[in-house]
């Protein structure tokens, strides 16, 4: 459970407090045990996060999705090699708690303490009540549940979840009249058939849970007022007389107090007041209309559908645990660990020494603080893809990995879908892809049209299969690289505008959409000053998605001059991994 996890729990949580607050102005004038059901949903939705139905509907795959990481990165490796001085800034966003161990402890402890004192005294009052039920005395009245004398109790109540007893205060019975006393039993007995005791109960742990939250106790307050009034108009629905039923309450009140706990069902709960003046006036509220009804019935069917069916809609193709079946595996694997020197040249997928059917890593980081290692290597297939989570010592870790597989797969293929099985089995690695929105650039047309080349076919040889197709005679392979030189350029031969958004992202290391709606494969270059680029992450900028900054001879200038398109920053999906748990392989 994240930080982040709770906080979104939180504000969710209290959102929906907030509309049931609502809620309940709106459905005023009806009857209150209506009321009382929106506010005990209020408090259930502190126990049951959206996060939770979310995964329930993520366990449906989709296959009209694409695989997770399983395509194959769009530049090659040299491209990703020459591109890498453009943003030594941009970094997969490492968790806060590895910083600030102490913020997550000290608030745990707080909590720990709060949670235990409100528990400890509750306990402590139930304790004291269990003593005094030990000294009780049966007796013997026209209800349908057991009956006890007891004389350390305060008020007439209920006791009990699922067995409930009515429990007596000493000389009760000497105190009213039969038809005072019939409503006093009357009123409780509603609590037994509504379950007050067990709604309670559970409201109480979400009060211990979220001692700290106001809105809890606020809910507990008018959850306690509404099944109070609740059960005084059943108890008027059943004809008693209004003047007997207020002076049983009354005589309740100057003889005895209200009792400590809320679980405990009683007379004098409540604003007592309001509940002697709504009483006299004899009044029964109205029932729901059918509108009104259905509405309420939407609203209940939608809270739980709305986030069980984004879940659906967000579920991978294929999980990011789970290896396609066809993936050769490993048959022999030796993992240890080492110590990572950094050299000149960094891959993002560790090939090493390795040869078809032989995995050689060499000593290769886990997933240090540049983002490069195993990991990503595994599941990225691009190379500026935030990976973010996991424990502080993943970063520094660094392991050898020496591996024969079953007959003679690719470099890519053990590099790629192979490791991330062997990382799931020997790590016990779990992590998932997400979406989110974030600051992305559209690629448009610029002003006065595209500069666009047509790719001639049979000039070069496209890298478009895996491994890309074997040269012929005379035929050479389509460039596609960056250059950080001076001046710094982009070349892509026979290249789409979805490809060369890619290669942008690369440059840019913020997302690239092609937006222009122009089909075909070009010959695309185009140079630009790299001292006047802002790269990496770019400074945020507007939230309505303003146009990037435009220096002379920046990329944004160079690109409407030289090839006829622009960018435009915006809003829009980002990708990004998240671990959800690693573990220290053994060594071999």
């Known amino acids: 459970m994240t930080t982040s996890f709770i906080i979104n729990h939180l504000w969710q949580s209290s959102c929906f407090a907030l509309l049931a607050g609502l809620l309940a102005f709106v459905l005023r004038k009806n009857s209150p045990k209506v009321r009382y059901w929106v506010w005990l949903s209020a408090s259930l939705k502190f126990l049951i996060p959206f996060a939770l139905l979310v995964s329930l509907g993520g366990v449906v795959p989709r296959p009209t999705r694409r695989p997770v990481s399983v395509a194959a990165p769009v530049f090659s490796n040299t491209l990703v090699q020459i591109a890498q001085p453009f943003s030594p800034s941009l970094q997969p966003t490492v968790s806060v708690d590895t910083l600030l161990d102490w913020a997550p402890v000290a608030i745990g402890v707080v909590w720990v303490l709060g949670f235990l004192a409100i528990m400890l005294a509750r306990c402590r009052s139930w304790l004291e009540f269990r003593a005094a039920l030990r000294t009780s005395t049966p007796i013997e009245l026209p209800i349908p549940v057991p009956a006890l004398i007891t004389p350390g109790a305060e008020e007439p109540g209920v006791v009990g979840f699922l067995r409930p007893v009515l429990v007596l205060p000493a000389h009760f019975l000497e105190q ?3 038809r005072q006393l019939g409503a006093i039993l ?5 609590h037994v058939y509504r379950r007050d005791n067990l709604f309670a109960g559970v409201h109480m742990m979400v009060e211990a849970i979220f001692w700290f939250h106001p809105l809890v106790w606020w809910i507990g307050s008018r959850m306690v007022e509404e099944r109070e009034l609740a059960c005084d108009e059943e108890v008027l629905r059943m004809g008693c007389e209004p003047s007997d039923y207020v002076e049983g309450i009354l005589k309740v009140c100057r003889f005895y107090v209200e009792s400590p706990l809320p679980c405990i069902s009683g007379v004098t709960g409540a604003d007592v007041k309001r509940r002697l003046r709504a009483i006299l006036a004899g009044s029964i509220a109205d029932e729901l209309s059918a509108v009104r009804k259905m509405t309420l019935t939407a609203i209940g069917l939608a809270v739980f559908a709305i986030p069980i069916l984004i879940g659906v809609l967000n579920a991978p193709a294929i999980r990011a645990q ?4 066809a993936t050769p595996k490993f048959e022999v694997v030796s993992i240890k660990p080492c110590e990572f ?10 090939q090493g020494n390795s040869t078809p059917g032989n995995l050689r890593t060499g000593c290769f980081p886990l997933l240090n603080a540049n983002g490069k290692g195993l990991i990503r290597g595994a599941y990225a297939s691009n190379p500026f893809t935030p990976i973010n989570g996991g424990p502080s010592w993943m970063r520094s870790a ?6 024969k597989a079953e007959g003679s797969p690719g470099v890519r293929t053990m590099t790629g879908p192979m490791m991330r099985a062997l990382l799931e089995q020997y790590f016990h690695l779990k992590i998932h892809q997400q979406t989110a929105e974030g600051p992305v650039f559209f690629l448009r047309v610029a002003r ?8 001639v076919e049979g000039s070069c040889t496209t890298h478009d299969t895996s491994p890309p197709a074997p040269l012929g005679q005379g035929q050479k392979y389509c460039k596609d690289l960056m250059s950080g030189g001076s001046p710094a350029s982009i070349e892509a031969q026979g290249a789409t505008l979805d490809d060369f958004s890619r290669m942008l992202f690369g440059m840019l290391g913020r997302p690239v959409i092609n937006k222009t709606g122009i089909a075909g494969r070009f010959d695309l270059r185009v140079e630009f000053s790299r001292e006047g680029t802002t790269l990496g992450p770019l400074q945020a900028d507007d939230a309505d998605g303003g146009a990037p900054a435009d220096p002379p001879n920046s990329i944004f200038s160079a690109l409407p001059e030289q090839l006829g398109l622009r960018l435009e920053a915006a809003k829009g999906p980002v990708e990004a991994f998240v671990i959800d748990h690693i573990e220290k392989p053994p060594v071999n």
Do not use: V, W
């Open 186 to 190: 009357a009123h409780e007995l509603c």
């Open 341 to 350: 020197r950094q050299n000149t040249i960094s891959d993002m997928a560790p």
């Open 398 to 403: 660094a392991y050898e990995i020496n591996a």
């Open 448 to 455: 006065g049209g595209s500069k666009l080349h047509s790719f």
């Open 176 to 178: 009213l009249n039969p």
């Open 322 to 325: 789970s290896a396609p079946a």
